[in-house]
């Protein structure tokens, strides 16, 4: 095997090679990481490192040159981006907007305090990493934003993965955990895009971004969401969902991303938008989730991490200062995140040992973490370095997360978080 | 809106313009040719053409080139490559060997019939057209070969989508057709590997392709098949799908795709011979449909359409002459698919009227026969003012279908062919 730029006859041939190689890649790593009780979404991660240039790139270059040629990255990035925007709109789709409205006084606070801290002390640790880890291109705003915005993520997909594995999903302490994720990530969301709508505005018309994105919220909310809402009932009536109205939906996703995109905020925000204004329940969502579920998870998600791997040199984070440096984000994104939570939870009423669960729960990240990252990368908000600690960040806090609730649940028996509702 | 070659951080906007026009085009068109009592796919046919160089490139070139600029022609490509994979992994699911199995005599005359009688007609058409509209590079085998193949495609889906339509896909005249189409696909496919891998032989080395190609259908029909029958087998007893085994059967479609684009013949034929080692009636074989029908329809095979049209230069066509070689060339694939499945029909003992319908069916050609087209054009056999006529005869052969067939069945009552089984 050599390194070399395939001529464009053979584009299809290194596709399907990186497609096949990746997706084995990520069923593999799931399998090894499962024995660890981790989640698969962990394998998959890790897989996506291990081709890039942090392994891979290391021990055979030329390997890694031929599964991932340049001729071929902006396909790949293509498909990730087109599998993460699906995710976030399945994400959308599961999004109970009937129950988050039904949301307690504890879910509220414990989600929006285990926001807060680890937003202000990544916002405080900017002052240290910006003049060390930034350049000039960057102004200080928009990077303390989006260092606040990247420590105060939870994986709320990752994390009731984890619930439902350990069939915890339907306790109090799962069900208190997964409202306080879903809460915090639709806050995590608008202050992403809040970010990202400043940093465009920094490098380009801030007015037109601000004028797009009202004018695109005013049309979902005001326009489109009673249409939906009407045609979703319509549909209801008739039984079965019918291929155009598929097509409507995954064409309206398809339009709900590009006004985003052009917006000047992300394609994401649009396609998870679009997935929350189709009612949770209806028989047309259910349909969605099932058709795409499967595809996205076993195709386009391993190709996501894939491309994320390959833009994560492990390599760059060298000596013993910047080590350091990796190792005093992965402690104030867990002390914000569980700290937060926990320090809520415990004001709340809950039993220290609940307390500390929901602390070690809202501390996972997985891969929402790593979407709001490679915005960063993308936007230039990041540097390669800079990138490369805040993924070992996300890996660390996500791996973290399960054996520190096995250790949690051996020490006090069976969960049973106090149902504090107000 | 001007032609520009978008930088590298618009690549996202573009993609998603482009999708969202393309998906938006071929439903528009689709609900128009429903009107004319044409299937949907017609519909989409006709939005790729009108969105490439044949219309909107000489309305408005500036509007082509901002919805598909040159820089994410290779993407779209991929993903139109990626989607007829998925579409022809489809064709191999709901492929009924069994059934296939139980032919009948007729069945088995009438679609080698009408496969010859096309394939003869192609062959002594190219005798003429080699010297007109051929180079210098192709081999007049390939050539003549090839020309055969596309004359005598049938397009199983639009045949099936045309009898569903019209309520016919129980009667015995619409079982006959589609086991004939269903046969005589096979043979075509056959067929195409066969003129590819010769093609590829005429350009490459002869030998490596063959033994490739050997010891890949070794490989999956001694190794894979019994494999997956157990496994289906093992599947059905545990009753629900796994997410592990449908990662097996994608990961198992992509690599048998590569396989085949390794040998030297197209990534379509591993897509769909992996389709068909999947029983049909399984319930592994149902998830993966339910999962991949709608996306692949109404997202993916748009933009091969698209990308098919923006190939198509009707414009090339130009002069008296080249219009009468266009009329000469669908005058020979009708006379002989109509005349092949006619004759054969009215040998094997059915009415004249139903010999007819059975002869107009199967000069259905779609998108099987642009699939063929972008193969011939993509490997170098068909020049693009020869690419533009097959597709002209594609689309006017299928087009004719749904009158012809309404004439005939207006002129003499309800169908009933004549059960001819052996």
Redesign the interface.
């Known amino acids: 095997m050599t390194a070399v730029v395939p001529p464009?006859?053979d584009?299809?041939?290194h596709?399907?090679?990186a497609?096949?190689v990746v997706?084995?890649a990520a069923?593999a790593c799931g399998a090894l990481v499962a024995r660890l009780h981790q989640p698969p979404v962990m394998g998959e991660v890790l897989a996506g490192i291990l081709l890039g240039p942090s392994l891979l790139g290391q021990v055979a270059p030329a390997v890694m040159h031929y599964i991932q040629p340049p001729a071929i990255a902006?396909?790949l990035?293509?498909?990730a981006?087109?599998g993460v925007m699906l995710f976030m709109f399945l994400v959308g789709l599961e999004l109970d907007t009937v129950r988050l409205g039904r949301r307690t006084r504890a879910m509220i606070v414990i989600s929006q305090v285990s926001i807060v801290v680890p937003f202000a002390l990544g916002m405080g640790l900017a002052v240290f990493l910006h003049p060390r880890l930034s350049t000039a291109d960057v102004p200080f705003t928009v990077f303390a934003l989006f260092l606040g915005v990247s420590l105060s993520v939870t994986a709320f997909p990752v994390l009731a993965r984890i619930l439902t594995d350990r069939g915890l999903q339907g306790s109090d302490l799962g069900l208190i955990a997964l409202s306080c994720a879903a809460v915090g990530d639709v806050t995590a969301w608008c202050l992403l895009a809040l970010v990202t709508a400043v940093a465009s505005a920094a490098l380009a018309s801030a007015w037109i971004t601000f004028a797009i994105t009202a004018a695109y919220l005013a049309v979902m909310f005001v326009v489109v969401r009673p249409l939906v809402a009407r045609a979703v009932r319509a549909q209801e009536l008739r039984g079965t969902v019918s291929?155009?109205a598929?097509?409507l939906a995954?064409?309206g996703m398809?339009?709900s991303?590009?006004a985003t995109?052009?917006a000047g905020i992300h394609?994401i925000f649009g396609a998870f938008l679009a997935g929350a204004l189709i009612p949770h329940d209806s028989r047309l969502a259910q349909?969605l989730t099932?058709?795409?579920a499967?595809?996205v998870?076993?195709?386009f998600l391993p190709v996501f991490f894939a491309s994320t791997g390959m833009r994560t040199e492990i390599g760059l984070v060298s000596g013993a200062s910047e080590w350091l440096i990796c190792g005093l984000i992965i402690l104030t994104a867990s002390a914000g995140k569980f700290g937060g939570a926990f320090a809520a939870a415990r004001v709340m009423g809950f039993a220290g040992r609940d307390a500390a669960a929901l602390g070690v729960l809202m501390n996972t990240r997985g891969l929402m973490e790593l979407i709001v990252l490679n915005v960063g990368l993308?936007r230039g908000i990041l540097t390669p370095t800079l990138f490369a600690m805040l993924v070992l960040m996300a890996v660390a806090t996500t791996f973290a997360t399960t054996p520190l609730l096995d250790w949690l649940m051996r020490r006090g028996g069976a969960p049973a978080a106090e149902p504090v509702r107000s």
Do not use: C, N
């Open positions: 464009a006859q584009v299809l041939f596709v399907l090679l497609l096949v997706v084995a069923r902006p396909i990035s293509s498909l981006q087109l291929q155009g598929i097509a995954l064409g398809l339009l991303a590009l995109e052009a394609a349909t099932r058709a795409l499967d595809v998870v076993v195709l993308e």
